[in-house]
């Protein structure tokens, strides 16, 4: 089976940092559809740094990376942002939702911006909402929400383009425990229904236990 994710002694350090402050050293990791996998590790290991290589949002000093079989170092800025779009959805620990905009336009916005026309953009997203159990509240701005609430809308902004991986930079970690219970399973049911990738950064050990495999970052690498 190909793989969606594969990286091959990836190297990768800040511009600013000092001489072999390397936060990511020689790693491999190599991610199928359908899995699910936690990251776990200390903070500032390097997990949120890993997560931005592999969405190319930083690039890597070294080594490879390829996404649904495109080698990112080949790519131009343009063609990484498809790329991106195309295939990955990324859910953080803070929402990061359009505070002006409804929960509805929030999930509506990416499909807006690869072109979708606002009819059939409005009407999947009102479909996802439902799925999440939401379809009560598409009309509420997030400040009208509560923090499982906005999360959730988070995650459907993130799957409504159908991507091949979610990655989820500790998604719960701002969640008391019945919601981050609730947010980790509605992730995973997702997950399971599209035979989409899985990628949580987490520190709940709780979280890692749900996941088919758990990889642990230390001194940049999986140990
Ligand atoms: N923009 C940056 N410039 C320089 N160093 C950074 C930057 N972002 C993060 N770092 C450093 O890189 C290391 C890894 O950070 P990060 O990936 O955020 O860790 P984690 O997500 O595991 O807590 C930390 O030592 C952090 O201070
Ligand atoms: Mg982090």
Redo the contacts with the bound molecule.
Sequence with gaps: MNSIVSCTQVNYQ????AQD?R?IKNLDLDIKPAESIAIL????????????LLGGIEKASSGKIIINGADLALLNETQITKLRADNLGFVYQFHHLLKDFSALKNVMMPLLIQGEKSLPAKNKAIKILTTIGLEHRINHLPSELSGGERQRVAIARALITQPKCLLA??PTGNLDSSNANEVLDLMIALNQAHGSALII?THDKKVAEKMQRVLI?KDGRFS
């Design positions: 800040y511009a600013d940092g402050s936060i590790g200390q903070s500032g290991c390097g997990k949120s740094t890993l997560l931005n930079d500790e950064v970052l």
